[in-house]
Protein backbone atom coordinates (compact mmCIF):
# COMPACT_ATOMS: atom_id res chain seq x y z
CA UNK A 1 0.00 0.00 0.00
CA UNK A 2 1.36 3.45 -1.03
CA UNK A 3 1.17 5.97 2.28
CA UNK A 4 -1.44 8.30 0.71
CA UNK A 5 -3.59 5.59 0.52
CA UNK A 6 -4.05 4.31 3.92
CA UNK A 7 -5.69 5.08 6.94
CA UNK A 8 -3.55 5.73 10.09
CA UNK A 9 -5.57 2.92 11.26
CA UNK A 10 -4.63 0.60 8.03
CA UNK A 11 -0.69 1.94 9.53
CA UNK A 12 -0.97 0.92 12.92
CA UNK A 13 -2.21 -2.28 11.46
CA UNK A 14 0.63 -2.64 8.93
CA UNK A 15 3.62 -1.59 11.44
CA UNK A 16 2.16 -4.16 13.75
CA UNK A 17 2.11 -7.16 11.02
CA UNK A 18 5.38 -5.97 10.00
CA UNK A 19 6.99 -6.33 12.87
CA UNK A 20 5.54 -10.12 13.60
CA UNK A 21 2.15 -9.40 15.67
CA UNK A 22 -0.31 -12.15 14.55
CA UNK A 23 -3.28 -11.67 16.80
CA UNK A 24 -5.49 -9.05 18.03
CA UNK A 25 -7.59 -9.79 21.58
CA UNK A 26 -10.32 -7.18 20.83
CA UNK A 27 -13.73 -5.51 22.56
CA UNK A 28 -13.99 -2.24 20.44
CA UNK A 29 -16.28 0.67 20.76
CA UNK A 30 -16.91 3.67 18.40
CA UNK A 31 -13.32 5.29 19.18
CA UNK A 32 -11.76 2.08 17.56
CA UNK A 33 -14.22 1.82 14.34
CA UNK A 34 -11.19 2.48 11.83
CA UNK A 35 -8.67 0.18 13.72
CA UNK A 36 -11.61 -2.50 13.05
CA UNK A 37 -11.82 -1.66 9.71
CA UNK A 38 -7.96 -1.62 9.21
CA UNK A 39 -7.90 -5.53 10.44
CA UNK A 40 -10.27 -6.54 7.65
CA UNK A 41 -7.95 -4.43 4.84
CA UNK A 42 -4.42 -5.40 6.39
CA UNK A 43 -3.88 -8.96 5.61
CA UNK A 44 -2.32 -11.23 8.35
CA UNK A 45 -3.57 -10.29 11.96
CA UNK A 46 -6.34 -12.82 13.66
CA UNK A 47 -8.76 -10.57 15.21
CA UNK A 48 -10.45 -12.63 18.38
CA UNK A 49 -13.31 -11.40 20.11
CA UNK A 50 -13.03 -11.22 24.36
CA UNK A 51 -16.13 -10.26 26.01
CA UNK A 52 -14.51 -8.91 28.63
CA UNK A 53 -11.37 -6.82 28.48
CA UNK A 54 -9.76 -9.12 30.79
CA UNK A 55 -10.48 -11.80 28.98
CA UNK A 56 -8.24 -9.89 26.18
CA UNK A 57 -5.67 -9.28 27.97
CA UNK A 58 -5.09 -12.54 29.64
CA UNK A 59 -5.69 -13.79 26.40
CA UNK A 60 -2.85 -11.88 24.70
CA UNK A 61 -1.22 -12.49 28.01
CA UNK A 62 -1.32 -16.39 27.19
CA UNK A 63 -1.06 -16.26 23.81
CA UNK A 64 2.67 -14.09 24.38
CA UNK A 65 3.94 -16.62 26.82
CA UNK A 66 3.79 -19.54 23.84
CA UNK A 67 4.19 -17.44 20.82
CA UNK A 68 7.19 -15.86 22.44
CA UNK A 69 6.25 -12.75 20.37
CA UNK A 70 3.75 -9.69 21.50
CA UNK A 71 0.27 -10.06 21.11
CA UNK A 72 -1.86 -7.20 20.67
CA UNK A 73 -5.31 -6.03 22.32
CA UNK A 74 -7.77 -3.44 21.38
CA UNK A 75 -9.63 -1.74 24.07
CA UNK A 76 -12.13 1.19 24.10
CA UNK A 77 -10.63 3.98 26.05
CA UNK A 78 -10.23 4.46 29.37
CA UNK A 79 -13.16 2.09 30.78
CA UNK A 80 -11.89 -0.64 28.60
CA UNK A 81 -8.31 -0.08 29.74
CA UNK A 82 -9.56 -0.49 33.20
CA UNK A 83 -11.08 -3.73 32.55
CA UNK A 84 -8.67 -5.10 31.56
CA UNK A 85 -5.80 -4.64 34.06
CA UNK A 86 -6.12 -6.78 36.41
CA UNK A 87 -4.20 -9.54 34.18
CA UNK A 88 -2.66 -6.71 32.54
CA UNK A 89 -1.19 -6.42 35.95
CA UNK A 90 -0.53 -10.41 35.91
CA UNK A 91 1.34 -9.73 32.50
CA UNK A 92 3.22 -7.31 33.92
CA UNK A 93 4.59 -10.10 36.58
CA UNK A 94 5.22 -12.29 34.12
CA UNK A 95 7.07 -10.21 31.60
CA UNK A 96 5.27 -10.84 28.55
CA UNK A 97 5.49 -8.43 25.40
CA UNK A 98 1.65 -7.27 24.99
CA UNK A 99 0.35 -4.15 23.34
CA UNK A 100 -2.40 -2.53 24.04
CA UNK A 101 -3.70 -0.24 21.71
CA UNK A 102 -6.60 1.78 23.01
CA UNK A 103 -8.87 4.51 21.11
CA UNK A 104 -9.22 7.35 22.55
CA UNK A 105 -11.65 10.71 21.73
CA UNK A 106 -10.62 12.56 18.31
CA UNK A 107 -8.34 14.90 19.00
CA UNK A 108 -10.47 18.19 18.72
CA UNK A 109 -13.15 16.60 20.79
CA UNK A 110 -11.15 15.57 23.93
CA UNK A 111 -11.36 19.41 25.47
CA UNK A 112 -15.67 19.01 25.74
CA UNK A 113 -14.99 15.93 28.57
CA UNK A 114 -17.91 14.12 27.20
CA UNK A 115 -18.75 11.16 29.44
CA UNK A 116 -15.97 8.45 28.05
CA UNK A 117 -13.50 10.96 28.96
CA UNK A 118 -10.63 10.02 31.59
CA UNK A 119 -7.35 9.67 32.03
CA UNK A 120 -5.93 7.01 29.77
CA UNK A 121 -2.38 7.47 29.97
CA UNK A 122 -2.52 7.18 34.27
CA UNK A 123 -4.31 4.22 33.77
CA UNK A 124 -1.76 2.45 31.36
CA UNK A 125 1.18 4.06 33.09
CA UNK A 126 0.75 1.11 36.26
CA UNK A 127 1.41 -1.74 33.99
CA UNK A 128 4.33 -0.44 31.71
CA UNK A 129 5.31 2.19 29.46
CA UNK A 130 2.62 4.75 27.39
CA UNK A 131 3.28 6.23 24.18
CA UNK A 132 0.53 8.53 22.70
CA UNK A 133 -0.21 9.46 19.18
CA UNK A 134 0.18 12.98 18.75
CA UNK A 135 0.05 13.75 15.20
CA UNK A 136 -1.11 11.90 12.45
CA UNK A 137 2.36 11.81 11.02
CA UNK A 138 3.44 9.33 13.51
CA UNK A 139 1.16 6.76 14.15
CA UNK A 140 3.04 3.58 12.68
CA UNK A 141 6.30 4.71 14.15
CA UNK A 142 5.03 5.36 17.56
CA UNK A 143 3.37 1.66 17.64
CA UNK A 144 6.61 0.41 15.94
CA UNK A 145 8.43 1.82 18.86
CA UNK A 146 5.49 0.63 21.31
CA UNK A 147 6.18 -3.05 19.81
CA UNK A 148 10.07 -2.64 20.43
CA UNK A 149 9.60 -1.95 23.94
CA UNK A 150 7.21 -4.68 24.76
CA UNK A 151 10.14 -6.91 23.56
CA UNK A 152 13.09 -5.42 24.96
CA UNK A 153 11.48 -5.22 28.68
CA UNK A 154 10.03 -7.83 27.70
CA UNK A 155 6.38 -6.33 29.17
CA UNK A 156 3.19 -4.38 28.37
CA UNK A 157 3.56 -1.14 26.47
CA UNK A 158 0.16 0.83 25.77
CA UNK A 159 -0.78 2.79 22.32
CA UNK A 160 -3.48 5.60 22.97
CA UNK A 161 -4.65 6.73 19.77
CA UNK A 162 -7.11 9.70 18.92
CA UNK A 163 -9.59 8.79 16.61
CA UNK A 164 -9.23 11.43 14.03
CA UNK A 165 -5.40 10.25 13.72
CA UNK A 166 -6.84 6.80 13.15
CA UNK A 167 -9.66 7.83 10.70
CA UNK A 168 -7.31 10.48 8.17
CA UNK A 169 -4.80 8.97 5.44
CA UNK A 170 -1.50 8.57 6.84
CA UNK A 171 1.37 10.90 5.76
CA UNK A 172 4.15 8.70 6.96
CA UNK A 173 5.63 5.59 5.56
CA UNK A 174 4.98 2.69 7.38
CA UNK A 175 8.30 1.58 8.99
CA UNK A 176 9.97 -1.38 7.72
CA UNK A 177 10.74 -4.27 9.83
CA UNK A 178 13.93 -3.68 11.86
CA UNK A 179 15.79 -6.18 14.19
CA UNK A 180 14.02 -7.48 16.73
CA UNK A 181 14.71 -6.24 19.91
CA UNK A 182 15.26 -8.59 22.43
CA UNK A 183 16.54 -9.43 26.19
CA UNK A 184 19.57 -8.10 27.64
CA UNK A 185 22.59 -10.07 27.67
CA UNK A 186 24.79 -10.93 30.87
CA UNK A 187 28.45 -9.49 30.32
CA UNK A 188 31.04 -11.95 31.25
CA UNK A 189 32.44 -10.93 34.36
CA UNK A 190 29.04 -11.32 36.18
CA UNK A 191 28.62 -14.95 35.12
CA UNK A 192 32.54 -16.01 36.20
CA UNK A 193 31.73 -13.86 39.63
CA UNK A 194 28.41 -16.12 39.85
CA UNK A 195 30.70 -19.43 38.85
CA UNK A 196 33.08 -18.28 41.78
CA UNK A 197 30.50 -17.93 44.23
CA UNK A 198 28.67 -21.67 42.99
CA UNK A 199 32.55 -23.22 43.36
CA UNK A 200 33.08 -21.47 47.11
CA UNK A 201 29.08 -22.34 48.39
CA UNK A 202 29.08 -25.59 47.00
CA UNK A 203 26.31 -28.18 48.35
CA UNK A 204 25.11 -25.01 50.40
CA UNK A 205 24.26 -22.63 46.89
CA UNK A 206 20.84 -22.61 46.31
CA UNK A 207 19.61 -21.45 42.23
CA UNK A 208 15.95 -19.75 41.93
CA UNK A 209 15.22 -20.30 38.15
CA UNK A 210 12.66 -17.99 36.59
CA UNK A 211 11.76 -16.00 33.55
CA UNK A 212 13.32 -17.94 30.51
CA UNK A 213 15.71 -19.58 32.91
CA UNK A 214 12.85 -22.29 32.77
CA UNK A 215 13.19 -23.31 29.43
CA UNK A 216 14.26 -27.04 28.43
CA UNK A 217 17.81 -25.45 27.55
CA UNK A 218 18.12 -23.36 30.47
CA UNK A 219 16.65 -26.15 33.04
CA UNK A 220 19.38 -28.53 31.60
CA UNK A 221 22.02 -26.42 31.90
CA UNK A 222 21.27 -25.29 35.69
CA UNK A 223 21.06 -29.47 36.08
CA UNK A 224 24.45 -30.17 34.76
CA UNK A 225 25.70 -27.26 36.76
CA UNK A 226 24.12 -28.97 39.85
CA UNK A 227 25.53 -32.02 39.38
CA UNK A 228 28.85 -30.55 39.26
CA UNK A 229 28.82 -28.16 42.61
CA UNK A 230 25.94 -30.08 44.75
CA UNK A 231 24.06 -26.71 44.31
CA UNK A 232 19.97 -26.82 44.94
CA UNK A 233 17.65 -25.73 42.36
CA UNK A 234 14.54 -24.45 42.90
CA UNK A 235 11.64 -22.99 40.39
CA UNK A 236 10.28 -19.24 41.29
CA UNK A 237 7.01 -19.57 42.75
CA UNK A 238 4.95 -19.02 40.21
CA UNK A 239 6.64 -18.95 36.76
CA UNK A 240 4.71 -17.64 34.34
CA UNK A 241 6.24 -20.37 31.51
CA UNK A 242 8.37 -23.49 32.93
CA UNK A 243 8.78 -26.67 30.92
CA UNK A 244 8.42 -29.65 32.97
CA UNK A 245 8.16 -33.65 32.67
CA UNK A 246 9.77 -35.73 29.81
CA UNK A 247 12.84 -36.49 31.78
CA UNK A 248 13.70 -32.70 33.26
CA UNK A 249 15.08 -32.44 36.39
CA UNK A 250 12.48 -32.45 38.85
CA UNK A 251 12.70 -28.48 40.38
CA UNK A 252 9.69 -27.87 42.48
CA UNK A 253 8.79 -24.24 43.30
CA UNK A 254 9.62 -22.41 46.27
CA UNK A 255 7.32 -22.26 48.66
CA UNK A 256 3.88 -20.08 48.64
CA UNK A 257 3.91 -19.76 52.54
CA UNK A 258 6.85 -17.97 53.94
CA UNK A 259 7.29 -19.81 56.71
CA UNK A 260 8.48 -22.92 54.82
CA UNK A 261 10.06 -20.74 52.49
CA UNK A 262 12.53 -19.26 54.67
CA UNK A 263 13.25 -22.67 56.09
CA UNK A 264 13.82 -23.65 52.37
CA UNK A 265 16.34 -21.44 52.06
CA UNK A 266 17.63 -20.68 55.62
CA UNK A 267 21.10 -22.61 55.37
CA UNK A 268 21.88 -21.23 51.71
CA UNK A 269 25.53 -19.35 51.88
CA UNK A 270 24.64 -18.33 48.24
CA UNK A 271 20.97 -17.30 46.24
CA UNK A 272 21.83 -17.44 42.84
CA UNK A 273 18.64 -15.75 41.12
CA UNK A 274 18.62 -16.28 37.23
CA UNK A 275 15.99 -14.80 35.42
CA UNK A 276 14.18 -14.63 38.89
CA UNK A 277 13.50 -11.22 41.76
CA UNK A 278 14.70 -11.40 44.81
CA UNK A 279 12.73 -13.61 46.71
CA UNK A 280 10.11 -11.79 49.07
CA UNK A 281 6.79 -13.35 50.88
CA UNK A 282 3.45 -12.73 48.99
CA UNK A 283 2.13 -11.14 52.11
CA UNK A 284 3.42 -9.92 54.97
CA UNK A 285 2.64 -11.75 58.08
CA UNK A 286 3.33 -9.99 61.62
CA UNK A 287 6.66 -11.72 63.11
CA UNK A 288 7.33 -13.18 59.56
CA UNK A 289 10.38 -11.56 57.50
CA UNK A 290 9.26 -10.24 54.25
CA UNK A 291 12.65 -11.03 52.73
CA UNK A 292 12.62 -14.87 52.32
CA UNK A 293 16.47 -15.60 51.81
CA UNK A 294 19.58 -15.11 54.45
CA UNK A 295 20.92 -11.18 54.90
CA UNK A 296 23.54 -10.73 51.84
CA UNK A 297 23.05 -14.33 50.11
CA UNK A 298 21.16 -13.24 46.94
CA UNK A 299 23.27 -12.77 44.31
CA UNK A 300 22.43 -12.06 40.54
CA UNK A 301 23.17 -14.21 37.41
CA UNK A 302 20.24 -12.11 35.30
CA UNK A 303 17.37 -10.48 36.27
CA UNK A 304 13.94 -11.51 34.79
CA UNK A 305 14.32 -8.89 31.77
CA UNK A 306 17.36 -10.19 30.84
CA UNK A 307 18.47 -13.53 29.15
CA UNK A 308 18.86 -16.51 31.57
CA UNK A 309 19.09 -19.21 29.23
CA UNK A 310 22.35 -17.87 27.52
CA UNK A 311 24.11 -16.89 30.99
CA UNK A 312 22.99 -20.22 32.37
CA UNK A 313 24.57 -21.88 29.56
CA UNK A 314 27.70 -20.32 29.76
CA UNK A 315 27.71 -20.71 33.37
CA UNK A 316 27.30 -24.73 32.62
CA UNK A 317 30.03 -24.15 30.25
CA UNK A 318 32.74 -22.81 32.67
CA UNK A 319 31.62 -25.24 35.77
CA UNK A 320 31.52 -28.08 33.52
CA UNK A 321 29.26 -30.88 34.66
CA UNK A 322 27.03 -33.33 32.88
CA UNK A 323 23.27 -34.14 33.01
CA UNK A 324 22.76 -36.94 35.25
CA UNK A 325 21.28 -40.21 33.85
CA UNK A 326 17.78 -40.81 35.70
CA UNK A 327 15.32 -44.00 35.32
CA UNK A 328 12.11 -42.25 34.44
CA UNK A 329 9.35 -42.98 37.29
CA UNK A 330 5.56 -43.36 36.03
CA UNK A 331 3.76 -40.96 38.03
CA UNK A 332 1.86 -42.66 40.81
CA UNK A 333 -2.11 -42.67 40.44
CA UNK A 334 -4.69 -43.48 42.46
CA UNK A 335 -7.32 -46.34 42.22
CA UNK A 336 -10.50 -45.39 39.78
CA UNK A 337 -12.62 -45.23 42.85
CA UNK A 338 -10.42 -43.41 44.38
CA UNK A 339 -12.16 -39.78 45.29
CA UNK A 340 -11.45 -36.25 43.91
CA UNK A 341 -9.10 -34.39 46.44
CA UNK A 342 -5.92 -31.42 45.58
CA UNK A 343 -3.91 -35.20 45.53
CA UNK A 344 -5.78 -37.33 43.87
CA UNK A 345 -6.83 -34.57 41.07
CA UNK A 346 -2.74 -33.64 40.46
CA UNK A 347 -1.87 -37.24 39.86
CA UNK A 348 -4.58 -38.21 37.58
CA UNK A 349 -4.22 -34.90 35.30
CA UNK A 350 -0.16 -35.60 35.27
CA UNK A 351 -0.35 -39.20 34.56
CA UNK A 352 -3.09 -38.43 31.71
CA UNK A 353 -1.62 -35.38 30.10
CA UNK A 354 -0.92 -35.88 26.88
CA UNK A 355 2.58 -35.00 25.17
CA UNK A 356 3.55 -31.19 24.72
CA UNK A 357 0.34 -30.72 26.71
CA UNK A 358 0.37 -26.70 27.83
CA UNK A 359 -1.25 -26.21 31.30
CA UNK A 360 -2.36 -23.27 32.57
CA UNK A 361 -3.12 -23.19 36.65
CA UNK A 362 -4.56 -21.38 38.62
CA UNK A 363 -6.11 -22.11 42.16
CA UNK A 364 -4.18 -23.85 44.70
CA UNK A 365 -6.43 -26.71 45.57
CA UNK A 366 -5.59 -28.57 42.36
CA UNK A 367 -2.44 -26.29 41.30
CA UNK A 368 0.06 -27.21 43.85
CA UNK A 369 -0.81 -31.22 44.23
CA UNK A 370 -0.64 -30.86 40.18
CA UNK A 371 2.89 -28.97 40.28
CA UNK A 372 4.31 -31.82 42.52
CA UNK A 373 2.85 -35.05 40.66
CA UNK A 374 4.33 -33.18 37.48
CA UNK A 375 7.48 -33.75 37.65
CA UNK A 376 7.39 -37.59 36.05
CA UNK A 377 4.50 -36.75 33.31
CA UNK A 378 4.85 -35.97 29.57
CA UNK A 379 6.94 -33.31 28.43
CA UNK A 380 4.52 -30.14 28.66
CA UNK A 381 4.52 -26.75 29.64
CA UNK A 382 3.22 -24.96 32.79
CA UNK A 383 1.70 -21.28 32.47
CA UNK A 384 0.61 -19.55 36.41
CA UNK A 385 -0.82 -16.78 37.99
CA UNK A 386 2.30 -14.49 38.16
CA UNK A 387 0.85 -11.22 39.84
CA UNK A 388 -1.81 -13.20 41.67
CA UNK A 389 -5.19 -11.06 40.32
CA UNK A 390 -7.54 -14.10 39.97
CA UNK A 391 -9.58 -14.21 36.57
CA UNK A 392 -6.06 -15.26 34.89
CA UNK A 393 -6.25 -19.03 34.11
CA UNK A 394 -8.92 -19.47 31.65
CA UNK A 395 -8.06 -16.38 29.71
CA UNK A 396 -4.36 -17.11 29.54
CA UNK A 397 -5.53 -20.67 28.35
CA UNK A 398 -7.65 -19.28 25.83
CA UNK A 399 -4.76 -16.95 24.59
CA UNK A 400 -2.71 -20.26 24.56
CA UNK A 401 -4.42 -22.62 22.39
CA UNK A 402 -4.93 -19.86 19.80
CA UNK A 403 -1.08 -19.28 20.10
CA UNK A 404 -0.56 -22.85 19.59
CA UNK A 405 -3.46 -24.80 17.78
CA UNK A 406 -1.87 -28.15 17.59
CA UNK A 407 -1.21 -27.91 21.16
CA UNK A 408 -3.44 -29.84 23.74
CA UNK A 409 -4.25 -26.89 26.38
CA UNK A 410 -5.82 -27.49 30.15
CA UNK A 411 -7.03 -25.05 32.37
CA UNK A 412 -6.74 -26.76 35.75
CA UNK A 413 -8.37 -24.12 37.31
CA UNK A 414 -10.01 -23.52 40.63
CA UNK A 415 -13.68 -22.11 40.64
CA UNK A 416 -14.03 -19.13 42.48
CA UNK A 417 -11.29 -17.70 40.13
CA UNK A 418 -12.91 -19.01 37.38
CA UNK A 419 -15.98 -17.04 37.75
CA UNK A 420 -13.94 -14.05 37.06
CA UNK A 421 -13.36 -14.30 33.63
CA UNK A 422 -16.05 -17.57 33.16
CA UNK A 423 -17.20 -15.92 29.48
CA UNK A 424 -13.85 -17.05 28.41
CA UNK A 425 -15.87 -19.94 27.69
CA UNK A 426 -17.28 -18.25 24.70
CA UNK A 427 -14.58 -17.07 23.22
CA UNK A 428 -13.18 -21.11 23.44
CA UNK A 429 -16.10 -22.02 21.94
CA UNK A 430 -16.16 -19.95 19.11
CA UNK A 431 -12.87 -19.86 18.20
CA UNK A 432 -12.85 -24.05 18.44
CA UNK A 433 -9.84 -23.70 20.58
CA UNK A 434 -8.51 -27.17 21.82
CA UNK A 435 -9.05 -26.63 25.75
CA UNK A 436 -9.97 -29.16 28.37
CA UNK A 437 -11.04 -26.76 31.98
CA UNK A 438 -10.92 -28.82 34.59
CA UNK A 439 -12.95 -27.18 37.82
CA UNK A 440 -11.78 -27.92 40.85
CA UNK A 441 -15.66 -27.22 42.31
CA UNK A 442 -14.85 -26.98 45.93
CA UNK A 443 -17.80 -24.40 46.01
CA UNK A 444 -15.85 -21.95 47.96
CA UNK A 445 -12.71 -19.23 48.36
CA UNK A 446 -10.75 -22.27 50.33
CA UNK A 447 -7.31 -20.31 50.51
CA UNK A 448 -9.67 -17.52 52.25
CA UNK A 449 -10.67 -19.67 54.93
CA UNK A 450 -7.17 -20.65 55.48
CA UNK A 451 -6.25 -17.13 55.32
CA UNK A 452 -8.90 -16.71 57.97
CA UNK A 453 -7.46 -19.47 60.18
CA UNK A 454 -3.57 -17.78 59.71
CA UNK A 455 -5.01 -14.63 61.03
CA UNK A 456 -6.43 -16.49 64.08
CA UNK A 457 -10.33 -17.21 62.95
CA UNK A 458 -10.46 -20.86 62.80
CA UNK A 459 -14.23 -20.61 64.00
CA UNK A 460 -16.04 -18.33 60.68
CA UNK A 461 -19.08 -16.58 61.83
CA UNK A 462 -21.96 -16.32 59.43
CA UNK A 463 -20.45 -13.19 57.88
CA UNK A 464 -16.87 -14.81 57.18
CA UNK A 465 -18.32 -17.80 56.27
CA UNK A 466 -21.04 -16.13 53.56
CA UNK A 467 -17.86 -14.17 52.26
CA UNK A 468 -16.12 -16.94 51.71
CA UNK A 469 -18.16 -19.87 50.43
CA UNK A 470 -19.80 -20.21 46.91
CA UNK A 471 -22.58 -22.92 47.73
CA UNK A 472 -25.76 -21.20 48.35
CA UNK A 473 -26.54 -21.41 45.30
CA UNK A 474 -23.73 -23.81 44.11
CA UNK A 475 -22.93 -22.84 40.61
CA UNK A 476 -23.84 -25.80 38.09
CA UNK A 477 -20.27 -25.66 36.22
CA UNK A 478 -21.88 -28.34 33.58
CA UNK A 479 -24.81 -26.11 32.92
CA UNK A 480 -22.93 -22.92 32.27
CA UNK A 481 -20.41 -24.76 29.80
CA UNK A 482 -23.55 -25.27 27.96
CA UNK A 483 -24.63 -22.15 27.88
CA UNK A 484 -21.57 -21.22 26.00
CA UNK A 485 -22.13 -24.34 23.69
CA UNK A 486 -19.03 -25.80 25.68
CA UNK A 487 -19.84 -29.63 26.33
CA UNK A 488 -19.10 -30.43 29.83
CA UNK A 489 -18.98 -33.42 32.29
CA UNK A 490 -19.21 -34.06 36.10
CA UNK A 491 -16.45 -36.25 37.40
CA UNK A 492 -16.60 -37.83 41.18
CA UNK A 493 -13.58 -40.51 41.31
CA UNK A 494 -10.23 -40.31 40.04
CA UNK A 495 -11.23 -42.69 37.30
CA UNK A 496 -14.34 -41.08 36.16
CA UNK A 497 -11.49 -37.96 35.93
CA UNK A 498 -9.29 -39.88 34.01
CA UNK A 499 -11.41 -41.55 31.38
CA UNK A 500 -13.09 -38.02 31.26
CA UNK A 501 -9.93 -36.31 30.04
CA UNK A 502 -8.91 -38.90 27.42
CA UNK A 503 -12.57 -38.12 25.97
CA UNK A 504 -12.01 -34.99 25.76
CA UNK A 505 -8.30 -34.97 24.25
CA UNK A 506 -9.72 -36.93 21.67
CA UNK A 507 -13.26 -35.82 20.43
CA UNK A 508 -10.83 -32.30 19.96
CA UNK A 509 -12.42 -28.50 20.69
CA UNK A 510 -13.34 -27.02 24.23
CA UNK A 511 -14.58 -28.79 26.73
CA UNK A 512 -15.29 -28.69 30.79
CA UNK A 513 -14.93 -30.97 32.98
CA UNK A 514 -16.68 -30.25 36.86
CA UNK A 515 -14.32 -31.91 39.33
CA UNK A 516 -16.41 -32.70 42.38
CA UNK A 517 -13.73 -32.26 45.28
C1 LIG B 1 -8.50 -9.63 41.50
C2 LIG B 1 -8.50 -10.34 42.80
N1 LIG B 1 -9.57 -10.23 43.62
C3 LIG B 1 -9.59 -10.89 44.79
C4 LIG B 1 -8.52 -11.64 45.19
C5 LIG B 1 -8.51 -12.31 46.55
N2 LIG B 1 -8.60 -13.74 46.43
C6 LIG B 1 -7.50 -14.52 46.46
S1 LIG B 1 -7.85 -16.12 46.30
C7 LIG B 1 -9.52 -15.81 46.22
C8 LIG B 1 -10.50 -16.91 46.10
C9 LIG B 1 -9.97 -18.13 45.44
O1 LIG B 1 -10.96 -19.13 45.41
P1 LIG B 1 -10.85 -20.30 44.39
O2 LIG B 1 -10.39 -19.77 43.09
O3 LIG B 1 -12.11 -21.06 44.37
O4 LIG B 1 -9.64 -21.14 44.97
P2 LIG B 1 -9.64 -22.37 45.99
O5 LIG B 1 -11.03 -22.61 46.48
O6 LIG B 1 -9.12 -23.52 45.19
O7 LIG B 1 -8.69 -21.96 47.07
C10 LIG B 1 -9.77 -14.46 46.30
C11 LIG B 1 -11.11 -13.86 46.24
C12 LIG B 1 -7.43 -11.73 44.30
N3 LIG B 1 -6.35 -12.44 44.57
N4 LIG B 1 -7.46 -11.09 43.12
MG1 LIG C 1 -12.76 -22.81 45.21
Redesign the pocket.
Known sequence: MSADAITGADALVLAAVRAGVRACFANPGTTEMPLVTALDRVPGMRAVLGLHENVCTGAADGYARIAGQAAMTLLHLGPGLANGL?NLHNARRAHTPIVNVVGDHASWHLQYDAPLTSDIAALAATVGAVHTVTSRNSISRVMRSAIDDAHRSPGVSTVVVPADYQQHSASESVAEPGTRASRGRVDADRISQVAKHLRDAGPAAMMLLGGNALTRAAQEAAWRISSATGAVLFCETFPARAERGGGLPNIDRLPYFPEQAVAALKDAAAVIVAGADEPVAYFGYEGIPSVLSPPGAVVPLARPQEDAEAALLDLAEIIGGTVPSVRSTPVEQPDDAAPLT?STVGQSVAASLPEDAIVSV??????YPFYTASAAARAHTVLTNTG????QGLPCALGAAIAAPDRPVFAL????????TAQALWTMSRERCNVVVLI?A??????????LGRHGNSHFGPQANAL?S?ADPCIDWVALANAFDVTANRATTAGELRKTMDDAVAAGGPHLIEMAL
Open positions: AGEGGTSGGAIGQSDGSGLYANHSYNVLRTETL
